[in-house]
């Protein structure tokens, strides 16, 4: 695809897959205890509550300019929790860090299944061939975008999600100084996009293996005109 089509396929996709994750934090966080992303609105589906201008829009622009569209990062505004809120602090951490990845996955499950739903849809109004195609690149895209987050997040680099987990099984004094790291997380994380390419590669290739398989298992429901948005 061209720039423009990559951005008007990818942007919504994208936008969607950041804010449910970001929703399910804070909802894991309401069933855990913790109020604090209720009572500051922001446990909503509402796309402007959950847009950081320097996060969500300036630095992946930036990124994307300087890389010419081959390094991004970015994401939704993290939604507040107060883990002393939470009936059992360890239990409601690993719960609400995990809560977005676990949609994530949800969402990539449903995109597949989706795919499907429409090529059926194709088959039964064959005048409705091109709107499903549109829409049946679009959710191959939900596809790959929900399983990149979700070995995103995963990276056990504070303050990402994985390192919820991580701090749990170091000896206490480790976990301290692991923990520590966040400050300095974005720093790493953005000279690990531009200097780690092979660990990158390594560890996303679990997630691009399911995203293969998902996408193969329903190759046969794709309409045809889908073929001509990746020329």
Same mark, same amino acid.
């Given at each position: 695809?061209?720039?423009?089509?990559?951005?008007?396929? !990818?942007?919504?996709?994208?936008?969607?897959?950041?804010?449910?994750?970001?929703?399910?934090?804070?909802?894991?966080?309401?069933?855990?205890?913790?109020?604090?992303?209720?009572?500051?609105?922001?446990?909503?589906?509402?796309?402007?509550?959950?847009?950081?201008?320097?996060?969500?829009?300036?630095?992946?622009?930036?990124?994307?300019? %300087?890389?010419?569209?081959?390094?991004?990062?970015?994401? %939704?505004?993290? !939604?507040?929790? /107060?883990?002393?809120?939470?009936?059992?602090?360890?239990?409601?951490?690993?719960?609400?860090?995990?809560?977005?990845?676990?949609?994530?996955?949800?969402?990539?499950?449903?995109?597949?299944?989706?795919?499907?739903?429409?090529?059926?849809?194709?088959?039964?109004?064959?005048?409705?061939?091109?709107?499903?195609?549109? @829409?049946? !690149?679009?959710?191959?895209?939900?596809?790959?975008?929900?399983?990149?987050?979700?070995?995103? /997040?995963?990276?056990?680099?504070?303050?990402?999600?994985?390192?919820?987990?991580?701090?749990?099984?170091?000896?206490?004094?480790?976990? +301290?100084?692991?923990?520590?790291?966040?400050?300095?997380?974005?720093?790493?994380?953005?000279?690990?996009?531009?200097?780690? /390419?092979?660990?990158?590669?390594?560890?996303?290739?679990?997630?691009?293996?399911? +995203?293969? %398989?998902?996408?193969?298992? @329903?190759?046969?429901?794709?309409?045809?005109?889908?073929?001509?948005?990746?020329?």
């Amino acid at each position: 695809m061209d720039t423009l089509q990559r951005i008007l396929f !990818v942007v919504p996709v994208l936008l969607f897959s950041v804010i449910a994750h970001e929703y399910a934090h804070g909802y894991a966080a309401l069933k855990q205890g913790d109020t604090t992303a209720q009572e500051l609105g922001r446990l909503t589906w509402n796309p402007l509550k959950h847009i950081d201008p320097f996060l969500t829009i300036l630095m992946p622009l930036m990124m994307g300019f %300087a890389s010419d569209w081959r390094i991004m990062l970015g994401g %939704a505004k993290p !939604v507040p929790v /107060n883990p002393a809120n939470y009936r059992n602090i360890k239990r409601g951490d690993i719960i609400v860090s995990l809560a977005g990845v676990t949609v994530n996955f949800l969402l990539a499950i449903a995109c597949t299944i989706l795919i499907a739903v429409f090529g059926a849809v194709s088959t039964m109004v064959p005048f409705a061939g091109k709107s499903v195609g549109i @829409v049946q !690149v679009m959710l191959e895209i939900g596809v790959t975008i929900n399983l990149v987050l979700i070995a995103f /997040n995963l990276i056990p680099i504070p303050p990402l999600d994985g390192s919820h987990v991580v701090k749990y099984l170091l000896p206490p004094s480790w976990s +301290n100084r692991y923990q520590a790291i966040s400050r300095y997380g974005f720093v790493v994380l953005i000279l690990l996009l531009y200097f780690g /390419n092979g660990f990158l590669q390594w560890w996303m290739t679990p997630a691009m293996l399911l +995203n293969d %398989a998902l996408l193969a298992s @329903v190759t046969r429901f794709l309409d045809p005109s889908v073929a001509l948005w990746y020329q």
